[in-house]
């Protein structure tokens, strides 16, 4: 009986081996007595032909010939050199590594044959007999330190230790599969509690016979550990409220992962750090109260930006931002920016306080950030001459894939309307906003969802021009065909209650059409009719449909249908339907979009360009 312990790991079998045995007598140069000159047998190399073109032929189960065609390529031989510097060091390995590479895929009893082919023998024959393949055998998983003590909370974790192990009994023997069954043995039994646990023996004891593998672990809880205060590191421009504010682990609180990678994910989400690291002291002599270290890299306290650039929405346009990630000493984040363009300009600043957490009862604490800012813009879209004022405050909640946004704002604004009345609008409002994202990545989604659902209400008697409710949601979800095959869709609808909408602040209305909306209308195109201008209406609906082809890693090829439209009521709704196609890229920031869409009423062709992202 064969008997082959591994203990930790098997060998590392795709690395190159030193310090081989020579080849057996069978293998060198030498030819046999008697044997005519040249001549050769199974493995001997002819002492003085020159090589021609040289090729290899696994015969082996399929996976392992692929293995064996990654790590044993045949060598490059050039026609001016011979058999012995080239080709029998090749062989070598091939006898003493097939063992190895097998046996990583649970074949321990595996046999190699050469042969060659060919009238110069130009080809190799390299036949692999596995033998059977290796499966779990008994398992054995032993526990020490604390988590080996008695009580119910202990046996439960074992338990649970236990469960998760991966390589069951039956599952086969691979090295792969043995490594990442450790790995993750490990990482469960360190996240609560015993921070300085380890995997102290792993052995795999592979009988060849019989092709079964027995493993025996044994895991070392060590002691229980419990967070101690937090010690800063690399913290030098902001002040340390900046993250204590953030920081909610209590002096004595048993040690969990999940709530360190929470202080660092918020920490991480904030403007002051480039990058956040996070771990504890892990001296199994001092468990209690293990100090907290919390290292960070700074960004610039100040940033200035100028951009020029162009819109098919709004044209040429330049821009000027400016930021302060910590002003008044209080790492209050300042946002702010001037953009100028041919048919708007705006400048705005907001201010985002350092984030905290508020408890829930169902979530516990979750983080949220305040933020105030104010703004002021004029815009000449469609004839409707607009000039606005508007100042906010917003509470922002982040949960999951769950992002809240919770304010109160106040809207005053002049609409002039070719050939119509001028009036003054206003609104005080509060405004709710939910986002939920499920998409596999979120500046280049390939499956999953986004919805945004947005409420806001206003009423006479408390400074708006008009009682309102304003509701609106829109979905989009990308649908995999195949690596290379997406389609999109988009969906979008709206209504604003309210007796009469001529007092109402055109950001509590709608309008249609766009490179993001219905793309063979020009931006804000699709409304209700006033004078001579396109105003907001009370309700919304539109939808696309979007074919996406992928020619390679950066470029793509669509073909989509907008359809869609903004009024006042519904029975003045109509499809207005676009077809087009366009051109995608890649860029860091999701899809570049560049389209040609073709609007059917009026027989119209428009260019449309935009950066798709999930949000």
């Given amino acids: 009986m064969l008997l082959l312990a591994l203990a930790v790991c098997l060998p590392a079998w795709s690395q190159t081996q030193a310090d081989a045995p020579d080849e057996p007598e069978a293998e060198t140069e030498n030819p046999a007595p008697g044997a005519p000159q040249g001549a050769t047998g199974e493995g001997r190399l002819p002492r003085t032909v020159a090589l021609g073109p040289f090729a290899v032929e696994w015969r082996a189960p399929d996976p392992l010939k692929a293995l064996f065609r990654e790590y044993l390529p045949p ?59 290796t499966t779990v055998g008994a398992i054995d998983i032993e526990f020490r330190g604390d988590l080996a003590l008695a009580g119910e909370e202990r046996a439960r974790r074992r338990k649970q230790l236990e469960d998760i192990w991966a390589l069951k009994t039956g599952a086969t023997f691979r090295s792969a599969d043995w ?37 025996k672990l044994v895991l070392d809880s060590g002691p229980r550990f419990t967070f101690g205060d937090v010690q800063i590191i690399g913290l030098k421009n902001y002040t340390e409220s900046v993250i204590n504010r953030r920081v909610d682990l209590r002096r004595g609180e048993r040690y969990s992962v999940e709530r360190l990678t929470a202080l660092q994910r918020g920490l991480q989400e904030g403007p002051w750090f480039s990058s956040v690291v996070i771990d504890v002291d892990r001296d199994r002599a001092h468990p209690e109260n293990a100090p907290i270290k919390l290292t960070v890299s700074e960004r610039p306290r100040k940033e200035l930006g100028v951009a020029l650039g162009y819109g098919t929405d709004d044209g040429v346009r330049a821009e000027v931002a400016f930021r302060n990630r910590d002003l008044f000493d209080r790492g209050f984040d300042l946002q702010s920016s001037l953009r100028i363009a041919q048919e708007r300009q705006i400048a705005y600043a907001d201010i985002y306080l350092p984030g905290g957490l508020q408890n829930w009862r169902d979530y516990g604490p979750v983080p949220f950030r305040d933020s105030f800012g104010v703004l002021t813009e004029r815009s000449t879209f469609q004839n409707l001459d607009l000039t606005r004022f508007a100042v906010a405050g917003y509470r922002h909640f982040k949960l999951e894939n769950f992002e809240t946004r919770v304010g109160l704002t106040y809207q005053i604004e ?23 994202r499920h998409v596999d990545n979120i500046f280049d989604p390939r499956s999953g969802g986004v919805l945004n659902v947005q409420v806001a209400a206003g009423a006479k008697a408390l400074a708006s021009g008009d009682d309102f409710l304003k509701t609106y949601a829109q979905y989009q979800y990308w649908v995999p065909l195949t690596p290379n095959d997406q389609i999109v869709l988009r969906a979008e609808v709206g209504r604003t209650f309210t007796a009469g909408r001529e007092r109402i602040p055109e950001d509590f209305l709608f309008r249609a059409g766009g490179s993001r909306s219905n793309r063979g209308y020009a931006f804000q195109s699709l409304g209700v009719q006033e004078g001579q201008a396109i105003v907001g209406g009370r309700y ?24 869609g439209d ?11 339907t676009s077809v087009g196609v366009g051109a995608r890229f890649r860029t860091p920031a999701g899809p570049f979009a560049l389209d040609i869409a073709y609007a059917t009423d009026p027989r119209k062709f428009r260019l449309a360009f935009s950066v798709t992202v999930a949000f």
Avoid at 85 to 91: D, E, N, V
Avoid at 416 to 434: C, Q, S, T
């Fill in 414 to 436: 002049r609409a002039k309307p070719l050939d119509a009345d001028e009036g003054i609008k206003r609104a005080l409002a509060p405004i709710i906003a939910v986002t939920w």
């Fill in 179 to 215: 490594e990442a069954a450790k790995a993750r043995l490990k990482e469960d039994l360190v996240q609560i509690d015993y921070a300085a646990g380890e995997l102290e023996q792993s052995v795999a004891t592979v009988d060849a016979d019989s092709a079964k593998a027995s493993l």
């Fill in 540 to 563: 919304i609906a539109t939808g696309t449909a979007e074919y996406v082809h992928w020619l390679d890693e950066k470029w793509g090829a669509a073909a989509f249908v907008d359809i």
């Fill in 566 to 576: 903004a009024k006042d009521a519904i029975s003045d709704w109509k499809p207005n």
């Fill in 75 to 133: 060598p490059d031989i050039k026609p001016e050199e011979r058999r012995r510097g080239s080709l029998r060091p090749w062989m070598r390995d091939v006898r003493r590594r097939v063992p190895e590479i097998a046996g990583s895929e649970g074949y321990f009893s595996s046999s190699v044959e050469i042969q060659y082919e060919g009238e110069r023998r130009e080809k190799v024959i390299v036949t692999v007999t596995p033998g059977p393949r």
